[in-house]
């Protein structure tokens, strides 16, 4: 949710906070149907004050509440269930709000209502996360409320429920201000650092039917990092949230800018941050620290198809050394204060895992050369699903026109494990070969005519399983590829061929059809044909290329290949092959 609301200045005594800011949603604003019902909320009574100056906020298009409709006899009509503001009454009194759910019985329900929609819930347990990482900005996603149960009669299309209820914040806020000439940094920075004696964000949980229950907090830091791509200075507020409690202790800060950091400061803080309250603090910014040495890592491209949620980055000895959480300007430091080892960490490679909502992925990093008191500044890109270019493949003799494979009997169909080779293991393939080292492999398919008729044999190539996907995960991918083809003995004969993909695991064998059987393609899911596969092409020449989608690709999903040789002649055989190259594997948008 975005800001509706001009923030007056606050007093220093804690003071309520305000309630919704606009999410970025990109559903539309649902239209009402017959299937539809929803409720009504009084703006007066729902809404609350932001300071002494009456400053307030309305709901906005995108707002959703979590609702729960607990029946007289105990059991729920609906649990958590997303209910979308739709529209304002006349003169913005009352915010409605709707959804789709079951006809409900006629009766009286105890209605429990949260906001925003929790990361998860267990049965009227409700957690919320505040992260590490914020913005700055003042985000309606951590302003959590809860309402207090209100009765009434059962939802219905008309007339709309009146729900009589007051939400109450959850949450404590901090409003810092940079006062005008204490930037002493010089210039706009960009990320705030603050450590706190306390630990102050992390997983709350809190009970829907009971707002005076006291939180649960696990999963919880004493530190939070303000990092905006607009950045902050002098005269500029920055906004967090923090988990209430009392914070008794040193807290400590810095910023950055562009790449050089400040000194830290540090200064003694007693305070009780209350739930719905707002602490304001006053913070002047340290000059710049004349000695360390930075490594600045900066994500240049996002192949993976979804945005990470945080990455972790692993030395050449697998010393962690760092997680970090995506922002905005995709920059991520590590810094050395004082003496520096430049030399150990010289060329060496390091391991960078990304973890998104769907997949965990990883790449690497060399960091060239390193010096003291420097700055050094290094790209990477978070990486495909999937991909292979085929690069480490050896030239191998091929089972599709010559060696122990090619004979019309079931032994021209025998799948091998390709990792002998040089690829990833997990590669397996059926008349297989590759005709030059470090280029595309290649799948053929064959024809053996006589008088009577053909027998054919096809061939297969299996990748290794989508291990890049979580566990218990599934997501639609797009693959991609580049392929050409070729053929022997003579031009009666025609390639089809097919991509898809199969959960079968090991290696797996292509087929031969019996005799006069153009038998359909087996032992693969999903097949889209691949069309305009050329006759005389080679496998450092791939002119086509080809896109297909995969729904519910979970870690258990492998992608395949089939090729077969369809044709007549009097007598003889046929050979058709496709070379494939370059497979890239992204979620889906």
């Not at 990320?191 to 997983?203: H, M, S, T, Y």
């Not at 690497?364 to 292979?388: C, K, Q």
């Not at 061939?459 to 979580?470: N, Q, V, Y």
Request: aromatic share 12%.
């Amino acid at each position: 949710m975005k800001n509706l609301i001009k923030i007056a200045s606050l007093a220093l005594v804690a003071v309520v906070a305000v309630s919704c800011i606009r999410e970025e949603a990109s559903t539309p604003s649902v239209s009402l149907p017959e299937a539809e019902v929803g409720f009504l909320l009084p703006e007066d009574v729902t809404r609350t004050s932001l300071d002494p100056d009456g400053k307030t906020t309305r709901w906005a298009p995108g707002d959703k509440l979590a609702v729960w409709a607990r029946g007289v006899d105990g059991s729920y009509a609906f649990e958590n269930t997303q209910f979308m503001l739709h529209h304002y009454s006349e003169e913005f009194s009352k915010a409605y709000f709707a959804s789709t759910i079951a006809p409900m019985a006629e009766g009286e329900y105890t209605y429990m209502l949260s906001y925003p929609m929790p990361n998860s819930v267990n049965g009227t347990l409700a957690t919320y996360t505040i992260p590490t990482t914020q913005t700055g900005e003042y985000d309606g996603r951590y302003d959590i409320m809860l309402a207090e149960p209100t009765v009434e009669g059962a939802l219905t299309a008309e007339p709309k429920v009146e729900l009589n209820t007051i939400m109450r914040h959850k949450m404590h806020g901090i409003k810092i201000t940079v006062p005008e000439g204490r930037n002493l940094y010089g210039q706009r920075f960009y990320r705030l650092e603050v450590v706190f004696p306390n630990d102050v964000v992390g997983d709350m949980t809190i009970d829907v039917s009971d707002p005076t229950e006291t939180p649960i907090y696990t999963n919880t830091s004493n530190r939070i990092v303000v990092e905006s791509a607009t950045g902050f200075d002098a005269g500029d507020d920055i906004w967090i949230f923090v988990l209430p409690g009392t914070v008794d202790g040193d807290v400590s800060y810095y910023v950055r800018g562009e790449r050089r950091k400040s000194n830290t400061a540090t200064y003694s803080l007693t305070r009780e941050m209350k739930e719905g309250h707002v602490t304001p603090i006053n913070m002047a910014i340290p000059v710049i620290y004349p000695y360390y040495t930075s490594l600045m890592l900066s994500v240049d491209q996002n192949n993976l198809g979804e945005d990470f949620n945080f990455f972790d980055v692993y030395d050449s000895n697998g010393t962690h050394m760092g997680k970090f959480e995506r922002n905005a300007k995709n920059q991520y430091f590590i810094d050395y204060e004082g003496e520096f080892d430049a030399d150990q960490y010289d060329n060496t490679t390091w391991r960078v895992v990304f973890d998104s909502d769907h997949a965990i992925v990883e790449t690497s990093i060399n960091l060239g050369d390193m010096t003291d008191y420097s700055e050094h500044a290094r790209w990477m890109n978070v990486p495909y699903l999937f991909s292979e270019n085929f690069s480490s493949l050896a030239k191998y003799d091929g089972d599709y026109t010559g060696g122990p494979y090619t004979s019309t009997s079931a032994a021209s169909t025998a799948g091998r494990d390709l990792s002998q080779y040089g690829v990833t293991s997990g590669w397996t393939g059926a008349r297989t070969g590759c005709d030059a080292a470090g280029t595309a492999i290649l799948v053929s398919g064959r024809t053996d005519y006589v008088i009577a008729g053909a027998t054919r044999a096809y061939g297969r190539l299996d990748s290794p399983a989508m291990s890049a996907i979580k566990e218990n995960k599934d997501v639609n991918v797009t693959v991609t590829f580049d392929y050409g083809g070729s053929r022997s003995g003579g031009s009666w004969a025609s390639a089809v061929a097919r991509a898809g993909y199969t959960t079968t695991q090991g290696v797996l064998n292509g087929y031969a059809t019996q005799f006069n059987n153009n038998a359909a393609f087996s032992g693969i899911d999903g097949a889209v044909e691949i069309k305009n596969i050329p006759t005389s092409g080679s496998a450092s020449s791939l002119t086509q290329s080809m896109t297909y989608n995969i729904e519910a690709c979970t870690s258990s999903h492998r992608l395949s290949w089939h090729i077969g040789s369809l044709g007549k002649t009097f007598i003889g055989n046929g050979y058709q092959w496709i070379y494939v190259d370059n497979i890239k594997v992204q979620i889906s948008k």
